[in-house]
């Protein structure tokens, strides 16, 4: 006689409970006969062992739903199952299991009873007002012995049922006996690059459950970055124009290496970086916002073009009553628009406040939220801040610089605190 033994993974039940706490309801659909099902559940975490047991259901014929059949406990504690007195049995359940939760199980032929009664398929809706398919999307966590068929349709009946909530069911297996299951799930995650991988979004190199975990972490960070690079793009766009109005305003423009500057060296890099940053350690029950329309997203962005607006108005005023301000007409000698090539106190410093108001943006927005680490977290957008705050630092103290003028030495420093005040 050979006796197999097949551990559960030691990451398995603090993934598990990762998942809880975060929000998710997790459940097991095995082929397994429902004494290991009931086991595996209880070490795995399904069935947390000291708060919860494990309730079987069975088909009852005359009503067509689901009743109790007996309550299984832990291997360490007295199960009333073994009990053949009910009134032992009503002592035990009240003695034990009176401040517990119940997780219920179901096995094969009780669920092929029910479905074949209501006439349930996975090709047609589920009819939600059959009171046992709450009990089955709600209360039971552990479906044991079920066929390749039974899994699919188990996953059609969550997602019938959790729709009208907006809710989204996933699925992860390991076999081609889970492939109907996992095409069927909203998100399927297969753990095996051969068996059911080519019907599944999602497959794992490692065959642990931890990475459903990782999914999560990723897809939440993935939408936030989305949102971010957007919210960056559209402040970049709106500080470089209003400098560029400002400059139009007074009769010059931005000289072709600004927009240059802008478009490419800053705001490529800065957005490289901000795709770049990592998701969260720790799995949250938060909800990353799908829609640009959220009051947070559409306040930084108002916030962040108000400052730099105030900021750009603010430097103007400063060098106009600098000494050695000459408006852009008196450097040329005549009263044609100035060539955007030609140097002017104007472009110079709005150029310099642009400059600095895109890389604070960029730093304002990814100082951290509820699914990303903070910029400070990653090499890559420390080395590309240092390097563009020294750029900009050259350019501000640089006096023989095309374009810079002595005035701006005076003036920029300060609007660059300014700036970093406003945008923290």
Same mark, same amino acid.
């Given at each position: %006689?050979?006796?197999?033994?097949?551990?559960?993974?030691?990451?398995?039940?603090?993934?598990?409970?990762?998942?809880?706490?975060?929000?998710?309801?997790?459940? %097991?659909?095995?082929?397994?006969?429902?004494?290991?099902?009931?086991?595996?559940?209880?070490?795995?975490?399904?069935?947390?062992?000291?708060?919860?047991?494990?309730?079987?259901?069975?088909?009852?014929?005359?009503? /067509?739903?689901?009743?109790?059949?007996?309550?299984?406990?832990?291997?360490?504690?007295?199960?009333?199952?073994?009990?053949?007195?009910?009134?032992?049995?009503?002592?035990?359940?009240?003695?034990?299991?009176?401040?517990?939760?119940?997780?219920?199980?179901?096995?094969?032929?009780?669920?092929?009873?029910?479905?074949?009664?209501?006439?349930?398929?996975?090709?047609?809706?589920?009819?939600?007002?059959?009171?046992?398919?709450?009990?089955?999307?709600?209360?039971?966590?552990?479906?044991?012995?079920?066929?390749?068929?039974?899994?699919?349709?188990?996953?059609?009946?969550?997602?019938?049922? *959790?729709?009208?909530?907006?809710?989204?069911?996933?699925?992860?297996?390991?076999?081609?006996?889970?492939?109907?299951?996992?095409?069927?799930?909203? %998100?399927?995650?297969?753990?095996?690059?051969?068996?059911?991988?080519?019907?599944?979004?999602?497959?794992?190199?490692?065959?642990?459950?931890?990475?459903?975990?990782?999914?999560?972490?990723? /897809?939440?960070?993935?939408?936030?970055?989305?949102?971010?690079?957007?919210?960056?793009? @559209?402040?970049?766009?709106?500080?470089?124009?209003?400098?560029?109005?400002?400059?139009?305003?007074?009769?010059?423009?931005?000289?072709?290496?600004?927009?240059?500057?802008?478009?490419?060296?800053?705001?490529? %890099?800065?957005?490289? @970086?901000?795709? *770049?940053?990592?998701?969260?350690?720790?799995?949250?029950?938060?909800?990353?916002? @799908?829609?640009?329309?959220?009051?947070?997203?559409?306040?930084?962005?108002?916030?962040?073009?108000?400052? @730099?607006?105030?900021?750009?108005?603010?430097?103007?005023?400063?060098?106009?009553?600098?000494?050695?301000?000459?408006?852009?007409?008196?450097?040329?000698?005549?009263?044609?628009?100035?060539?955007?090539?030609?140097?002017?106190?104007?472009?110079?410093?709005?150029?310099?406040?642009?400059?600095?108001?895109?890389?604070?943006?960029?730093?304002?927005?990814?100082?951290?939220?509820?699914?990303?680490?903070?910029?400070?977290?990653?090499?890559?957008?420390?080395?590309?801040?240092?390097?563009?705050?020294?750029?900009?630092? *050259?350019?501000?103290?640089?006096?023989?610089?095309?374009?810079?003028?002595?005035?701006?030495?005076?003036?920029?420093?300060?609007?660059?605190?300014?700036?970093?005040?406003?945008?923290?």
């Amino acid at each position: %006689m050979a006796v197999f033994e097949n551990k559960v993974k030691p990451s398995t039940p603090v993934v598990m409970k990762n998942l809880r706490e975060a929000g998710l309801r997790v459940g %097991m659909i095995t082929g397994d006969n429902i004494d290991t099902a009931i086991a595996v559940a209880y070490s795995s975490g399904i069935i947390r062992r000291e708060s919860e047991i494990a309730e079987v259901y069975k088909f009852i014929p005359l009503t /067509g739903g689901l009743g109790v059949d007996y309550l299984e406990a832990p291997a360490d504690l007295e199960s009333p199952r073994t009990k053949t007195s009910d009134v032992e049995r009503d002592r035990l359940e009240s003695d034990i299991f009176s401040v517990s939760d119940k997780v219920g199980v179901l096995g094969s032929d009780d669920f092929a009873q029910f479905t074949k009664y209501h006439n349930l398929t996975r090709l047609q809706p589920v009819d939600l007002s059959i009171a046992a398919i709450e009990l089955i999307a709600t209360r039971i966590g552990v479906f044991s012995r079920m066929t390749p068929e039974q899994k699919a349709l188990i996953v059609h009946i969550q997602k019938c049922y *959790w729709k009208q909530f907006k809710n989204t069911v996933g699925y992860c297996g390991d076999g081609a006996n889970d492939t109907i299951a996992l095409k069927e799930a909203d %998100m399927g995650v297969v753990l095996s690059k051969v068996a059911g991988a080519i019907s599944a979004p999602f497959v794992s190199y490692k065959n642990e459950i931890t990475c459903v975990q990782d999914i999560a972490l990723e /897809g939440k960070a993935a939408l936030t970055t989305n949102f971010d690079c957007f919210r960056y793009f @559209c402040t970049y766009s709106v500080i470089q124009t209003i400098g560029m109005l400002v400059t139009v305003s007074q009769r010059t423009e931005y000289a072709d290496m600004t927009y240059l500057l802008l478009d490419i060296f800053i705001a490529l %890099m800065l957005s490289y @970086c901000i795709g *770049w940053l990592q998701p969260v350690k720790t799995l949250n029950a938060w909800l990353p916002s @799908c829609t640009l329309l959220f009051r947070e997203y559409i306040l930084s962005i108002m916030l962040n073009c108000f400052y @730099c607006s105030v900021a750009v108005y603010a430097a103007l005023e400063i060098v106009f009553k600098d000494p050695a301000y000459k408006p852009p007409i008196e450097l040329i000698g005549d009263e044609k628009f100035v060539d955007n090539n030609t140097p002017t106190f104007e472009t110079t410093v709005i150029s310099l406040v642009a400059i600095q108001g895109s890389i604070i943006t960029a730093v304002s927005l990814t100082l951290g939220n509820k699914f990303k680490r903070s910029f400070y977290s990653s090499v890559l957008f420390i080395c590309c801040f240092t390097v563009l705050e020294l750029f900009t630092l *050259w350019l501000l103290f640089y006096r023989y610089l095309p374009g810079s003028t002595f005035a701006t030495s005076k003036v920029l420093p300060s609007l660059n605190v300014i700036l970093v005040y406003f945008s923290s």
